[in-house]
């Protein structure tokens, strides 16, 4: 990363790392970010769907290979979890889904 970037260009920067990497169903950014409510400080929180076998290896992969320099969360869901879990409000897929925002446009 050359220049100091705004916290927005550089979710803007990790979605195109991510895309260029990963066969990824949607990217959602959730959080204080998407609720317009971060500070200089806040993290970047990701929601990444995509069909994988191990998801905690490919969150570990995934924070080695990318180029950031805020904290960044990311959690995984596959696309069968997805969308069996976004619209039962008693899980945390609901309330990504109701607050969070997707960075591929697909909600």
């Known amino acids: 990363m050359q220049k100091e970037m705004t916290i927005y260009e550089e979710v803007e920067y990790l979605k195109e790392q991510i ?20 500070r200089k400080n806040s993290d ?13 290896e490919l969150v570990q992969k995934m924070l080695l290979e990318l180029d950031y320099t805020r904290d960044v969360d990311i959690i995984i869901y ?16 609901n309330l990504i889904y109701r607050t969070g925002v997707s960075l591929l446009g697909r909600f």
């Not at 260029?20 to 409510?37: E, M, R, T």
């Not at 696309?79 to 899980?91: C, F, N």
């Open 19 to 38: 895309l260029q990497k990963y066969p990824v169903y949607d990217i959602i950014l959730f959080g204080s970010l998407a609720k317009k409510a971060a």
């Open 44 to 56: 970047i929180d990701l929601c990444i769907i995509i069909d994988t076998d191990n998801k905690r």
């Open 78 to 93: 596959t696309q069968e979890e997805w969308q069996r879990l976004k619209d039962d409000r008693a899980t945390f897929a």
